[in-house]
C-alpha cells in the first residue's frame, strides 16, 4: 500500500509551499522530485500524470514528491515566515516568479527531504521546469541530486520571439528592463505589450536573450537571430551529472522541427557521455497517452 502525505514545506527565503509526497510501503531512501511548468499549471491539477508516477515509482521502491513552486498559477498569495510567531502575505505566481528563485524552492524541498530520512535524489523537470534544474545545476552545480530528467524543456524567449515579432519583442524587453532597474519591476505589464498576466521583473526575465530563462534558445539556432551575445545552450552543455533529455516528436513547441532541437542539444554537448537523449514517437508537450511509457522510463533510468 502507498503512503501519500499532503505536505507543506518551508523554502530558502521562508516561503510556504505544498507538496504531495508518496512512500511505497518498504522504507526507501530515493526519492525523485518533480518540478512543473510555468502558467497556470499546478501538480494538485495534474491528477493523471502524478498518480502514474506515484504508482510506478513506488512499485519501484522510489518514493515521489511533486510540489507547488512559487510559479505555480498566474497569481497565488502565499505566506511567508517572519519571525518565530508571524507570517506575511506575498504575491507569487508566474506572473511575479523570477526562474533563479527555483534554487531556493528545490533547496527547501531537499532540506524537507532529508529531515523525512532520505539521502538519495532524483529530479525530473517538465517544460519550465527542465529549465529550472539547469539553472539549479548551474548555480549549485555541487548540489546532492544524483540524476537529472529534463523533459520537453520549454523555448520562452523563441516563443514570444516568433508569436511578437522582432519590433513588439524589442520594445517590450527594453519597457521591462527600464521598469525593472527603476524598481517597478512588480508593477503588471500593459496589455498592448502582452496579452498574458506578467509583471514587468517576470516578463524581463522571459525575454531576456542572455538570462537565465533562455536555457534551451532553440528558434535562436534554427534561425540564427543572434538574440544572445552568449553562446547558445551554455548552461546546459556545463551539466556534469548524467541527465536524461527527454521528447516527444510532436512537441508543438519545437518549432514542428522536434529532430533538429534535439540536434542542436546533442551538437552542444558533443563527446559527453553524461547525456542520454530520446525522442518518443506520437508524444506532444506533455506526453498525452504516453504517461505510462514516461513512467516506465523514468523509473528505468534511476534504477
Known amino acids: 500500500m502507498v503512503k501519500a502525505e499532503l505536505a507543506e514545506f518551508v523554502t530558502d527565503d521562508d516561503l510556504r509551499l505544498p507538496g504531495l509526497l508518496y512512500e511505497p510501503q518498504k522504507k526507501t531512501q530515493k526519492v525523485l522530485i518533480y518540478l512543473h511548468g510555468c502558467g497556470s499549471t499546478s501538480v494538485f491539477y495534474s491528477v493523471r500524470d ?3 508516477f506515484a504508482d510506478a515509482l513506488t512499485k519501484a521502491g ?4 511533486p510540489f507547488n513552486n512559487r510559479g505555480a498559477h498566474i497569481v497565488k498569495t502565499l505566506t511567508r515566515r517572519q519571525g518565530l510567531d508571524n507570517e506575511v502575505e506575498t504575491l507569487q505566481g508566474t506572473a511575479f516568479e523570477k526562474i533563479k528563485e ?4 528545490i533547496n527547501g524541498a531537499l532540506n524537507f527531504l532529508k529531515k523525512k530520512g532520505f539521502k538519495e535524489f532524483y529530479c525530473i523537470g517538465h517544460s519550465t521546469g527542465a529549465n529550472k534544474i539547469v539553472v539549479y545545476d548551474h548555480y549549485v552545480p555541487k548540489n546532492e541530486i544524483k540524476k537529472y530528467i529534463l523533459w520537453a524543456g520549454g523555448d520562452d524567449v ?3 520571439y516568433r508569436e511578437m515579432g522582432s519590433k513588439k519583442f524589442h520594445l517590450a524587453l527594453k519597457k521591462s528592463k527600464d521598469m525593472t532597474d527603476k524598481g517597478k519591476g512588480e508593477k503588471l505589464v500593459p496589455r498592448y505589450l502582452n496579452k498574458q498576466v506578467y509583471s514587468y521583473q517576470a516578463f524581463f526575465d522571459i525575454l531576456n536573450p542572455d538570462g537565465d530563462y533562455n536555457i534551451f534558445p532553440f528558434n535562436d539556432g534554427i534561425n540564427k537571430l543572434n538574440l544572445s551575445i552568449k553562446p547558445l545552450f551554455s548552461k546546459f552543455s556545463k551539466i556534469r551529472k548524467p541527465t536524461l533529455v527527454l521528447y516527444g516528436d510532436r512537441d508543438e513547441y519545437c518549432y514542428g522541427d522536434v529532430k533538429k532541437c534535439v540536434t542542436l542539444l546533442r551538437s552542444a554537448v558533443s563527446g559527453k557521455k553524461n547525456f542520454t537523449f530520446q525522442i518518443i514517437p506520437g508524444a506532444d508537450h506533455g506526453f ?3 504517461e505510462e511509457e ?3 522510463m523514468v523509473v528505468n533510468w534511476i534504477k
Open 50 to 52: 502524478i498518480n502514474i
Open 62 to 65: 522510489i518514493a515521489f514528491f
Open 102 to 105: 527555483c534554487i531556493l524552492d
Open 158 to 160: 523563441g516563443l514570444y
Open 288 to 290: 498525452t497517452g504516453k
Open 294 to 296: 514516461l513512467a516506465k
